[in-house]
């Protein structure tokens, strides 16, 4: 699957972080709310040191995949690079 640009708030933030991500499996996100999944896997694509440091140091992690602007908490491993989201 080709990376997709999503959005990154931390701690709060009034404004996102962009980065570029890449989801596991074959399908692309649907279009629908309602659609969305419940819980969302996949890897940070390029990630700045300094970014990926904020991300792990992070008390709240929150992200937003498409124009659905479904949110999703997320945990994030540093040594891979592995997120793991969870719609809120």
């Known amino acids: 699957m080709a990376p997709q640009s999503i ?3 931390l701690n709060n933030a ?3 972080t962009p980065e570029l991500v890449e989801l596991d499996g ?3 996100l649907p279009d629908v709310i309602r659609d969305m999944p419940e819980d969302v896997t996949g ?4 990630l700045d040191p ?3 440091h904020d991300i792990e140091a992070a008390w709240k992690r929150v992200m937003i995949l498409n124009a659905t602007q479904v ?3 997320f ?3 540093a040594g891979t690079g ?3 989201a969870h719609k809120r």
């Not at 890897?43 to 390029?46: D, I, K, L, P, R």
């Open 75 to 77: 945990t994030y491993d």
């Open 14 to 16: 009034l404004k996102p």
């Open 7 to 9: 959005s990154v708030y």
């Open 43 to 46: 890897h940070f694509v390029a």
């Open 50 to 52: 300094t970014v990926a």
């Open 82 to 84: 592995k997120f793991s």
């Open 71 to 73: 949110l999703y908490t």
């Open 26 to 28: 074959e399908a692309t």
